[in-house]
């Protein structure tokens, strides 16, 4: 009886051992695609290093500004001209206008990069990006008055962007700061706001 019994069985090279694995197999496929269900990450946005670098972001710009108002023929505490005649001062220097507008473009690029490096999840990386452009405003206003004593006023006139070139980027300095410390706000919410659970 046991010889039959262990024929019954089979050995491992068997038709019947052979029907069992596949049997184990087919009792465990189930659980196979649940190894490749990748979950969300719970990693947290890294936002001291984007307040560091936008703060020195901002250091920066002003120190640009200071050369380009000395370009300009600007005192260093006086007020800006209307609109048409700053931009029309920097037309008197053909290659400033250019340079000033890559230049822009430049900090854009590098705003985004930091605020994309900072988190791992869209939503976050914007929110990293908002906070970053937002500290780098915000910083840029503090250190001009540092170093020029200006703006003497939260209603000192400012020309904002040169990319496009239009008067409607003379605006008075509270309102890029406003919208800056709005962003640093909302980007801050944003980069913590946990993920959605599926």
Do not use: K
């Not at 008197?92 to 206008?97: A, E, I, R, S």
């Not at 496009?164 to 640093?184: C, D, F, K, R, S």
């Amino acid at each position: 009886a046991r010889p039959r019994e262990r024929r019954a069985q089979g050995s491992p090279g068997s038709p019947g051992a052979q029907g069992d694995r596949c049997g184990l197999a087919r009792r465990r496929a189930p659980h196979a695609p649940a190894l490749m269900i990748s979950r969300p990450s719970t990693h947290p946005p890294r936002l001291a290093p984007v307040w560091v670098y936008a703060i020195a972001m901002g250091w920066l710009e002003a120190v640009v500004v200071v050369y380009i108002r000395s370009l300009l023929g600007l005192a260093h505490s006086g007020e800006l001209p209307p609109a048409a005649q700053t931009i029309a001062r920097m037309h008197g220097l053909p290659w400033l206008t250019v340079t000033e507008q890559s230049r822009e473009l430049a900090t854009l690029v590098m705003l985004v990069a930091v605020g994309w490096l900072a988190a791992e999840r869209p939503l976050a990386r914007l929110g990293a990006f908002l906070v970053a452009f937002g500290v780098w405003d915000l910083a840029y206003y503090g250190a001009l008055f540092a170093l020029l004593r200006w703006p003497p006023s939260l209603g000192t006139m400012d020309l904002l962007f040169l990319i496009p070139e239009h008067p409607m980027w003379y605006q008075p300095v509270w309102v890029p700061m406003a919208i800056a410390a709005l962003m640093v706000a909302g980007g801050t919410w944003l980069a913590h706001r946990p993920p959605r659970r599926v």
